[in-house]
């Protein structure tokens, strides 16, 4: 049996926004990613705070 990783190569629509968020990392990190390395970052960034709730509870200051 061969336990060598395949890649499998797929071809999507992809929103001209990811565009505007290649060029935030860019800006933020200075770093200037592939198409590739950009979905690889954002699976990652997806999977890894999928779990997090979707709101953060705050205490309410009361007016003095």
Same mark, same amino acid.
């Given at each position: 049996? =061969?336990? %060598?990783? %395949?890649?499998?190569?797929? &071809?999507?629509?992809?929103?001209?926004?990811?565009? !505007?968020? %290649?060029? %935030?990392? #860019?800006?933020?990190?200075?770093? &200037?990613?592939?198409?590739?390395?950009?979905?690889?970052?954002?699976? #990652?960034?997806? &999977?890894?705070?999928? =779990?997090?709730?979707? &709101?953060?509870? !705050?205490?309410?200051?009361?007016?003095?």
């Amino acid at each position: 049996m =061969n336990n %060598r990783i %395949r890649n499998k190569r797929i &071809t999507v629509d992809v929103s001209t926004d990811i565009d !505007a968020i %290649r060029d %935030r990392i #860019h800006q933020d990190t200075g770093v &200037t990613m592939t198409y590739v390395q950009t979905f690889d970052f954002l699976i #990652h960034f997806y &999977t890894k705070h999928c =779990n997090e709730p979707r &709101t953060q509870w !705050a205490v309410l200051k009361g007016k003095k």
